[in-house]
């Protein structure tokens, strides 16, 4: 295991600090931190890192909030059919995320037939070209890539809601807190947690998201989805840049190190507190 | 029940992993060939592959690889060494890429008869030629192409619509010869649905001009052959950036605001000749097309056939080379061989092909490369609609720039146009900013390649 | 005025309401793809007509089948997902149990160290297991793929079998020391079959988690060695004046039904796998 991740990890580092394209692969010119240099002056990796974090913290967010949302509905008292709803909720989730893209990009965005704009013209709203507009296109990503992972919040606070005795409800509801104030007020703190173990999953997975953006959108139109993971594939494939794409690839990786260590330090001081 | 189902999954795999091992087997005579998608292709595949197998028992298998997958592939094996493929093709800007994996011809030229001189000297100079591998011949051209201007004939002389045209600018409605031209042109047919074309009520919206607009190659193109009409080359001879001129940063402001006002949105999802099809059923007024489309636009059943006019790009004024008409690059491309055990019966392959079937190349390929092709009644009289398109076809092919195939080309100018255009057409940074770090990595590059 | 009872069954029935609309918002896309699939061509056409199925016809499959080239990317997907289930199985049980079974400090660093691994970007390996392959010849190969896989899914699958194992009481394993079973059958007869169903859950996790990968795919995979995710790319090029929506929906319908199939018949044991993590905290 330390070999299968460890080798490419060492190797990308050292290309990370090189200038090595592919076309021209023997010949590799050591750049030591130049390249890093370059890519944090660069407006273009500064537009993909905004980009980026939009994006992941736009799918967390709607994750979290959506999958609270649900999982309580579905944890409310006389919900029937509870295996019926979690199988087919769990479809998003399982959907390969190239085909979920396609599925939105050509029949929910799309601009003459799709079904956001057909359920908007319902409702008076004018047709939208929604991926190909730089206004909406990082929205729009943002929705398709957050319907496939709530999925996985939802389940998780399911099962974390579920094991909440039914006496605290009882008890709030004596108290004459309605379903909403309940779920502020006395569910919310107990998932803590769970939030946080939640979020990071949910995190990690955003920051590297590729698959679905580049069915969506392939990082455009313009740049305006193109985010750290597409902008490290493009350079590296499309313009052979071996060099610069690993630089970018391990900038991600330094950012996930630094997250990685707050989330750490926070579930210890959680840890502590709980004991 | 999952275990009764991941059982025998789990002997499958079994027997897929040794089949895997399986096929690792010996070379046999096959002649292996990585295409680019096109009518060129389906006749290798189609037609010559199984007649040259019946003629001489060597097999020629051609694999059709997605445009935008098929230059990583071709690299990917060759410097893995797999000796995939004895036969590739890509466009000449490219060959300095494939340098160190391909083989001098010179040789297998003279040994089997191969007539260079039947094809045009631009055509030998651009897809035949690398500076990367000075005094050799590495490729043989099969499909050079250059762009043109296609328009609604139909609609530019329509009463209504010249009346209309003089009223607004002042001149005469007719088929652009300046960039300046294009632009109220396009401005004058893009139009909502509702509103009046040619006397008919439009059901939906039409638009002035189009070309493929898509992230990564589509814009590209499109933008790449006006740039190179305003006589920039991309750098000197002495290696130092022409493209940081401000006459640069002119083409690609006018490009955005054509792009931006008169194309239609979905161009951005067009990598190459897909829009075509927006101007074959009559929502596009004009567009820019590349001789591989001239199909879908004659289409019989669509709107645009025997409506539509050809006519080369239009001059960009004060360029800097004194062209005098549109100055698109020599496109398309051609074959070279890799460095395998076949790569002569892979030549021969070709000579047979290209040489020995040239007309029936010709017809079945529909692309014009050898002076023969031109000159063949038979072929000129192919399609109905050749008479109008091969005369502007060749007067098309008088003004294109060759370009410099050094292994940086793809690099500095093909990637190099793709962010300064695609940062000019977002937004994201002015012209001037694009420019100059454009200009900033081409130097770079030549440098470490000890150019400079 | 309204009772509290019939208040009570309002608000269940609101609850159920709002069920069903994210239980819609959920199936909707794969259900236009089925829909749009089964219509003859679905160009131009509202949501509503492909849903009705207007224009009902099969033939966007028998595309799929013949210009998509499916069983080709077919055997490479299924080759590429089953092996990884196989190898995945042999080395992380075992693998997991050790790390069960040693001190907690060792095993606190390892699966920090396992954790880690979570927070690595793909790209970040994709590049340079790019070049690696290049070197060794592995380029384009499945057996590249392959290992790629197998550095994503070998840190998840320890991972998690490792909190499996912890379950598994202390006592039987005891009782079983004490009825004289050595190392191999606390292992192989004892602990394995209480964690069997997390084993199970894995397996599957695994498999849909391989099949439905395309990043590496699009990097390492070589001619020869591309999945389904990368068929299926094939079809975009062009896709946008519409012609083949169809085809291409048909062919996403394809991909799909595996993992939809293995979701909808054992979807008890995905919940129980993506939960296991979190409930231990």
Redesign the interface.
């Known amino acids: 295991m330390l070999v299968i991740v460890g080798v490419p990890l060492a190797l990308g580092f050292r290309y990370s600090m090189h200038r090595v394209f592919l076309y021209d692969f023997n010949n590799q010119i050591f750049k030591g931190l130049d390249n890093y240099a370059y890519a944090l002056s660069d407006p273009l990796f500064i537009k993909a890192l905004n980009t980026t974090i939009i994006f992941t913290l736009g799918c967390v967010a709607t994750g979290i909030l959506f999958g609270l949302l649900v999982a309580f509905l579905l944890n409310s008292r006389k919900v029937r059919w509870r295996p019926f709803w979690v199988s087919l909720f769990l479809i998003p989730f399982v959907m390969t995320p190239v085909v979920g893209g396609i599925a939105w990009r050509f029949f929910m965005w799309q601009q003459e037939f799709g079904v956001i704009n057909a359920i908007g013209g319902i409702f008076g709203a004018d047709a939208r070209y929604w991926l190909l507009d730089r206004e909406t296109a990082l929205f729009a990503s943002i929705v398709s890539n957050s319907w496939h992972l709530t999925p996985l919040s939802i389940l998780v606070f399911y099962a974390a809601l579920s094991t909440i005795p039914d006496e605290l409800y009882d008890a709030s509801h004596i108290d004459g807190a309605g379903p909403f104030q309940t779920l502020w007020y006395v569910v919310l703190p107990l998932l803590r947690p769970h939030v946080l173990f939640v979020s990071v999953i949910l995190l990690t997975s955003a920051f590297r998201e590729f698959d679905m953006i580049w069915a969506l959108t392939g990082g455009g139109p313009g740049r305006s989805t193109t985010v750290l993971s597409i902008l490290a594939y493009n350079r590296g494939i499309a313009n052979q840049d071996m060099g610069m794409a690993n630089t970018i690839a391990f900038t991600m990786f330094a950012i996930m190190a630094v997250v990685a260590w707050i989330y750490i330090t926070i579930y210890r001081r959680m840890l502590e507190k709980s004991t | 029940?999952?275990?009764y189902i991941?059982k025998p999954?789990?002997w499958?795999?079994?027997a897929?992993?040794i089949s895997?091992v399986g096929t690792v087997s010996a070379q046999d005579t096959t002649i292996r060939w990585a295409l680019h998608p096109g009518a060129e292709a389906d006749a290798v595949v189609d037609y010559f592959a199984p007649r040259y197998e019946e003629e001489t028992g060597i097999k020629v298998v051609g694999?059709i690889?997605?445009?935008?997958q098929l230059r990583?592939?071709m690299?990917?094996?060759a410097?893995?060494?797999?000796d995939?493929w004895d036969l590739g093709y890509h466009s000449p800007g490219w060959f300095?890429?494939f340098k160190?994996h391909v083989i001098d011809l010179t040789q297998l030229v003279e040994k089997h008869g191969f007539d260079v001189s039947a094809y045009p000297a631009l055509v030998q100079n651009s897809h035949m030629k690398s500076p990367a591998r000075p005094g050799e011949i590495i490729a043989l051209p099969t499909t050079p192409a250059a762009p043109m201007l296609i328009y609604r004939r139909d609609w530019f002389e329509h009463p209504d619509e010249m009346a209309a045209f003089e009223a607004k600018f002042g001149r005469a409605l007719a088929a652009p010869s300046t960039f300046a031209e294009l632009r109220d042109v396009a401005e004058f047919f893009t139009r909502d649905a509702g509103e009046t074309l040619a006397g008919k009520t439009l059901e939906r919206s039409l638009y002035g001009w189009s070309d493929a607009l898509?992230?990564?190659a589509g814009i590209t193109r499109s933008f790449i052959v006006m740039l190179y009409s305003t006589g920039v080359s991309g750098w000197d001879e002495n290696y130092e950036p022409d493209i940081d001129q401000p006459i640069v940063a002119e083409v690609a402001e006018y490009f955005v605001d054509l792009a931006q006002n008169f194309a239609p949105?979905?161009a951005?999802?067009?990598?190459?000749?897909?829009?075509l099809?927006?101007f074959r059923d009559g929502r596009m007024a004009t567009a820019t097309m590349w001789p591989q489309g001239v199909g879908t636009v004659e289409d019989p059943s669509g709107e645009a056939a025997g409506n539509t006019a050809y006519t080369p790009l239009p001059l960009w004024e004060n360029n800097l080379a004194g062209y005098t008409q549109g100055h698109p690059f020599l496109g398309g491309g051609g074959v070279f061989i890799f460095d395998t055990p076949n790569s002569e019966e892979a030549f021969k392959f070709l000579k047979w092909m290209l040489q020995d079937n040239e007309v029936e190349f010709g017809k079945r390929s529909l692309q014009f490369s050898r002076l023969s092709h031109f000159q063949s009644e038979e072929l000129r009289n192919l399609k109905p609609y050749y008479a109008d398109f091969l005369p502007t076809f060749e007067k098309v092919l008088e003004s294109v720039f060759i370009r410099q195939g050094i292994?940086?080309w793809?690099?500095v100018m093909w990637?190099g146009t793709?962010?300064f255009i695609?940062?000019v057409?977002?937004?994201?940074?002015t012209a001037a900013?694009a420019q100059e770090?454009w200009a900033a990595q081409m130097r770079e590059a030549f440098d470490?390649?000890g150019y400079r | 005025m309204i009772s509290p009872k019939a208040r009570k069954r309002i608000q269940v029935f609101l609850i159920h309401v709002l069920l069903a609309i994210w239980l819609v918002i959920s199936v909707l896309p794969p259900i236009m793809l089925l829909a749009a699939s089964l219509n003859a061509s679905a160009l131009f056409r509202s949501p509503w007509d492909l849903l009705l199925l207007r224009d009902f016809s099969i033939e966007n499959y028998t595309t799929a089948f013949v210009a998509g080239d499916f069983w080709f990317f077919f055997a490479n997907s299924l080759i590429i997902s089953t092996a990884s289930v196989i190898i995945v199985l042999v080395t992380c049980v075992p693998m997991a149990y050790g790390l069960s079974t040693i001190s907690d400090r060792a095993r606190n660093a390892i699966s920090f160290g396992i954790l880690a691994m979570r927070f690595i970007p793909y790209v970040v390996l994709a590049l340079p297991l790019f070049l690696l392959f290049v070197n060794l010849g592995l380029a384009g190969s499945r057996v590249g793929l392959l290992l790629a896989h197998l550095a994503i899914h070998i840190p998840f699958a320890t991972w998690m079998l490792v909190g499996f194992f912890d379950a598994v009481p202390r006592e039987l394993e005891e009782s079983g020391i004490i009825d004289g079973c050595n190392a191999w059958n606390l292992f192989w007869d004892i602990a394995v079959p209480v964690v069997r169903s997390g084993i199970v859950a894995l397996a599957i996790l695994v498999f849909i988690m391989s099949w439905n990968e395309y990043l590496f795919a699009l990097f390492l995979a070589g001619s020869n060695a591309q999945p389904l995710t990368v068929g299926i790319t094939r079809f975009l090029g062009g896709i946008e004046s519409g012609a083949q929506y169809g085809v291409i929906a048909a062919y996403s319908v394809l991909v799909i039904l595996p993992v939809i199939v293995f979701s909808l018949v054992a979807n008890r044991y995905i919940v129980s796998g993506m939960t296991a993590g979190a409930v231990k905290g």
């Open positions: 029940m999952i275990h991941l999954m789990s499958l795999s079994a897929a992993l895997m694999e690889l997605p445009p935008d990583d592939r690299s990917i094996e410097i893995g060494g797999t995939r300095g890429t160190d898509g992230a990564g949105r979905e951005q999802n067009w990598g190459f000749l897909e829009g099809e927006m292994p940086e793809g690099a990637n793709t962010d695609t940062d057409y977002s937004g994201d940074l900013q770090r470490a390649a």
